[in-house]
């Protein structure tokens, strides 16, 4: 009687008061009627489901499962280089980690395989840019994006723009590595400005690029990744430039540890390498690990660079830090990084032409050190606020922009 209208049993209990009076209709007639609703009923809530299932069965039932993912970050900063006149203050979008909107998603094709997919845009939430928008050059900013197949035996294929084994060490090597004042972030090899180095969280991605993700095993898995950087060989007469890279990562309880190589093959071949101007293969290597205490997380990584053709020798860098709970949802984060250059060299206000367009200036290489003091608090599980305070110390000349500078910084990040 409940699912009935109410209604329909106003119409039945009218109907059966009536009816009471006759010793035989007052049996039968009022349980022939009950029985008539409830049919009536009963194929009504039918002929509506099936109306939703065919509304809703050429969208929602017949898409993949995908899910929208994101990081909104932004925050205070200021910068004061010991060559410059004055501070610079700035409400920046990332302070802690890169502001994002991703999409991803999964369909099951049977036997245990899946097509993947993955759309990941960077946000500047403190100016007026699209999704997406575009870097000092005008290029575009996704983060990553890529389709594919994955299984749980064989592991996953993936084709497009993607985050490389190198990225992924970056990402890994450090508590503060995505964050604008991290102490191993700031220091970076001089690749770096001209995105030619691989292993480093703002360069590490691959253009027209393929990656196989392996299983994990005991453990362990392995990354590889092929990038094709030219793909006008039938244009200008010369093989295309290309890179591949390897990630070997090992997490079981508190350990992990991690390996990465990348070589950029560039001599010889398409347009004229970045970093130097001239065409030179780069090559770089790095090891991490980590350790969770519980009273304390540490972690360390060593990573070298070098541009093999210019007999400039190999630069390394270095950096170690802790994270160390003081309460339910506070943290202090500390972190310590070395640059060693082999050959420095002086500021080029030219900058070196990339690509056909220009990097703009590049500031002084050479040695320097750096350290980060921060504090982070959990204000949810998806929203933390944090401040921090980082310092460099370097062999380079004092200018506005090169040098010794030390940072101050604090902000808010929400997670989706």
Not at 162 to 183: E, K, N, R, T
Not at 275 to 297: H, L, P
Not at 396 to 415: L, M, S
Request: with cysteine; net charge positive; glycine share 10%.
């Amino acid at each position: 009687m409940s699912a009935m209208p109410r209604r329909a049993c106003t119409h039945l209990l009218r109907f059966v008061r009536i009816k009471t009076s006759d010793s035989t209709l007052g049996r039968v007639v009022p349980f022939v009627v009950f029985q008539n609703l409830r049919r009536r009923s009963t194929m009504q809530k039918k002929l509506i489901a099936l109306a939703v299932a065919g509304l809703v069965s050429g969208g929602a039932f017949a898409q993949s499962n995908v899910s929208i993912y994101g990081i909104v970050d932004a925050g205070y900063l200021n910068e004061n280089f010991d060559g410059a006149d004055k501070a610079t203050s700035k409400i920046d979008s990332g302070l802690l980690s890169t502001s994002r909107l991703g999409f991803k998603g999964e369909e099951a094709l049977g036997n245990g395989l899946k097509a993947v997919f993955n759309l990941e845009y960077a946000l500047a939430i403190d100016k007026n840019s699209t999704i997406g928008g575009n870097d000092v050059n005008g290029i575009p900013t996704a983060r990553q994006q890529s389709v594919g197949l994955s299984h749980a035996t064989y592991g996953t294929v993936l084709a497009g723009y993607l985050q490389s084994a190198g990225y992924d060490f970056a990402v890994a090597a450090s508590p503060l590595a995505a964050s604008a004042i991290g102490a191993g972030k700031v220091l970076a090899f001089k690749g770096e400005a001209a995105d030619a180095s691989l292993l480093n969280y703002t360069g590490g991605r691959l253009e027209n690029a393929l990656s196989y993700v392996s299983p994990t095993f005991a453990g362990f898995n392995v990354v590889l990744n092929h990038g094709r950087i030219t793909e006008a060989a039938n244009t200008n007469n010369t093989a295309d430039q290309y890179a591949n890279a390897i990630g070997i990562n090992y997490a079981n309880g508190p350990l992990t540890a991690g390996f990465a190589y990348a070589k950029m093959f560039l001599a010889g071949k398409g347009q004229p390498a970045p970093v130097t101007g001239s065409q030179t293969d780069i090559e770089e290597y790095g090891i991490r690990g980590g350790y969770d205490f519980g009273v304390a997380k540490l972690q360390a990584a060593y990573q070298t660079f070098e541009a093999k053709d210019m007999a400039l020798g190999r630069d390394s860098k270095w950096v170690i830090g802790a994270t160390v709970p003081v309460s339910a949802a506070g943290a202090v984060v500390a972190e310590y990084a070395s640059l060693n250059v082999k050959t420095p060299t002086a500021a080029n206000n030219g900058g070196l032409t990339v690509n056909n367009f220009n990097t703009g200036p590049l500031a002084a290489y050479a040695d320097a050190k750096a350290w980060t003091l921060a504090y982070t608090h959990a204000l949810s599980k998806r929203t933390t606020a944090y401040a921090g305070y980082n310092q460099v110390s370097s062999d380079a000349i004092n200018t506005a922009n090169t040098g010794d500078v030390k940072r101050v910084a604090f902000g808010v990040r929400h997670a989706f």
